[in-house]
């Protein structure tokens, strides 16, 4: 019986990859969770922290990508004429 539990199990954890949904894009997420998770522990709610600093950090990481892609696509395309040959 514990045998059989057990393989039971190894199979289900082998289907596992397979069965769940492309990998979330958690930029900036962890290192917030830790700040927050620190600072939510000297007030005495981590995980609240943690959750509030995951938040943050996200949102802070599609800023500085959304900058970054505006940066390079003016650096690309510049606005303004070049000089005239003589």
Known sequence: ???ALVMAAA???ALTPLL???PADAKGCIKGAIVG???GH???HGVLGAI???AVGH???NEKS???GEAAAQSAHPTTSPPPAQ
């Open 66 to 68: 959304k900058e970054e």
């Open 1 to 3: 019986m514990k045998s």
């Open 20 to 22: 769940s949904p492309a």
């Open 42 to 44: 000297m007030a005495h």
């Open 59 to 61: 949102h802070m990481a």
């Open 11 to 13: 199979f289900g954890l």
């Open 37 to 39: 998770g620190v600072a």
């Open 52 to 54: 509030g600093g995951c």
